[in-house]
Nanobody, 117 residues
Framework: QVQLVESGGGLVQAGGSLRLSCAAS????????KGWYRQAPGKQRELVAS???????YYTESVKGRFTISKDNGKKTMYLQMNSLKPEDTAVYYC???????????WGQGTQVTVSS
């Protein structure tokens, strides 16, 4: 099993920055991080940024140039650096990953990001 714990969320003014972390633990030998998702009230969960084992990254159009996804496999931690935050970035942010050698993806409990105007 794998446990994923997000941290780093909070209240920030528009234009500010936050750095989210997703720490993996449990009976795993390694971790395959998939990416970050977010869900705003009344809206569906959407992919924000993803990363492959080869290091390729993807960002949804609305965050390109502002967000950066990264990971440290040795620390079993994935990050999302969020700059120039906008009120529309307000949401609960979730990380998604798969523990090695398991065959199913896991989700964290989420961390709230609130951007005030």
């Amino acid at each position: 099993q794998v446990q994923l714990v997000e941290s780093g969320g909070g209240l920030v003014q528009a234009g500010g920055s936050l750095r989210l972390s997703c720490a993996a633990s449990g009976s795993i030998f390694g971790i395959n991080f998939k990416g970050w998702y977010r869900q705003a009230p009344g809206k569906q969960r959407e992919l924000v940024a993803s990363v492959t084992s080869g290091g390729s990254t993807y960002y949804t159009e609305s965050v390109k140039g502002r967000f950066t996804i990264s990971k440290d496999n040795g620390k079993k931690t994935m990050y999302l650096q969020m700059n120039s935050l906008k009120p529309e970035d307000t949401a609960v942010y979730y990380c998604k990953a798969r523990g090695i050698p398991y065959e199913y993806d896991s989700w964290g409990q989420g961390t709230q990001v609130t951007v005030s105007s």
